[in-house]
C-alpha cells in the first residue's frame, strides 16, 4: 500500500495566496523529499527533511515534519502561476534506501 | 552535460512481446531507481540499485527483470508484457555520499501495451 497519501489531492488558489500540501505516512523514516511534476514530465526536487529535523525552508518553501504524527507540510507562499504543478511528498523508508511516493497534490495557481 | 536519459521515449508494443527501456546518467551516481506512475496511484518503485551488480525489488517488481552491469546503464525488462504494464516509466538515480539523497529523474518512457 502506499505510504504517502497527500492532502488534498487537488487545490486551485489565486496568485499571491499561500498554498499548503500535506504529506502522512506509516513507517519509520531515514527523510522526506517534496518534488514538484509539471505536466507530463519528470519529478524535480524541491526539499529535503531529515528525521531529525522539524523545520526547513528554501526561498518561498517551507517544510514541517511531525515524526510522531507521521507527517509532513509543504507550504508555498506568494504563489505564482508558474507553481502549478502537482506535489509529491517521497518517504525514505528507514535502513533501506526505498522511497515511497504518495499520490500527490495537484495544484492550480490563477492568475 | 546530458544527466540522465530514457529511451524509447514513447513505445506500443502487444501483449507477450518482450520490451526493454533503457536508462543512462552521466553523472556516475552509485543509485538508480525505476518507477511507473498510474493515475491514482502516484509514483511505485518497481526496482532499485545500489551499486553495479546489486539489484533490489520495490514495491512492484513482479513481471520485470533489471540488471546493472554498467554504473552508469540501469535497463528495465518487461519479460512478457501485460496490459496492465501500460504506464509512464521514470528512471531516476541519486548520489548519497556527494549530493545526499536528492532523485534526479528522467524525461520518462510512455509505454502502452496493446
Known amino acids: 500500500s502506499q505510504q504517502g497519501e497527500e492532502d488534498p489531492q487537488a487545490l486551485s488558489i489565486q496568485e499571491g495566496e499561500n498554498a499548503t500540501m500535506n504529506c502522512s505516512y506509516k513507517?519509520?523514516?531515514?527523510?522526506l523529499q517534496w518534488y514538484r511534476q509539471n505536466s507530463g514530465r519528470g519529478l524535480v526536487h524541491l526539499i529535503l527533511i531529515r528525521s531529525n529535523e522539524r523545520e526547513k525552508h528554501s526561498g518561498r518553501l517551507r517544510v514541517t515534519l511531525d515524526t510522531s504524527k507521521k507527517s509532513s507540510s509543504l507550504l508555498i507562499t506568494a504563489s505564482r502561476a508558474a507553481d502549478t504543478a502537482s506535489y509529491f511528498c517521497?518517504?525514505?523508508?528507514?535502513?533501506?534506501?526505498?522511497?515511497?511516493f504518495g499520490t500527490g497534490t495537484r495544484l492550480k495557481v490563477l492568475a | 552535460d546530458a544527466g540522465i536519459t530514457q529511451s524509447p521515449r514513447y513505445k506500443i508494443t502487444e501483449t507477450g512481446r518482450q520490451v526493454t527501456l533503457m536508462c543512462h546518467q552521466t553523472?556516475?551516481?552509485?543509485?538508480m531507481f525505476w518507477y511507473r506512475q498510474d493515475l491514482g496511484h502516484g509514483l511505485r518503485l518497481i526496482y532499485y540499485s545500489a551499486a553495479a551488480d546489486i539489484t533490489d525489488k520495490g514495491e512492484v517488481p513482479d513481471g520485470y527483470v533489471v540488471s546493472r552491469s554498467k554504473t552508469e546503464n540501469f535497463p528495465l525488462t518487461l519479460e512478457s508484457a501485460t496490459r496492465s504494464q501500460t504506464s509512464v516509466y521514470f528512471c531516476?538515480?541519486?548520489?548519497?555520499?556527494?549530493?545526499?539523497?536528492?532523485?534526479?529523474f528522467g524525461p520518462g518512457t510512455r509505454l502502452l501495451v496493446l
Open positions: 517521497a518517504t525514505e523508508i528507514a535502513r533501506t534506501y526505498k522511497y515511497i
Open positions: 553523472w556516475s551516481h552509485s543509485y
Open positions: 531516476a538515480s541519486s548520489d548519497r555520499g556527494r549530493a545526499g539523497e536528492t532523485q534526479y
Open positions: 513507517t519509520s523514516i531515514n527523510n
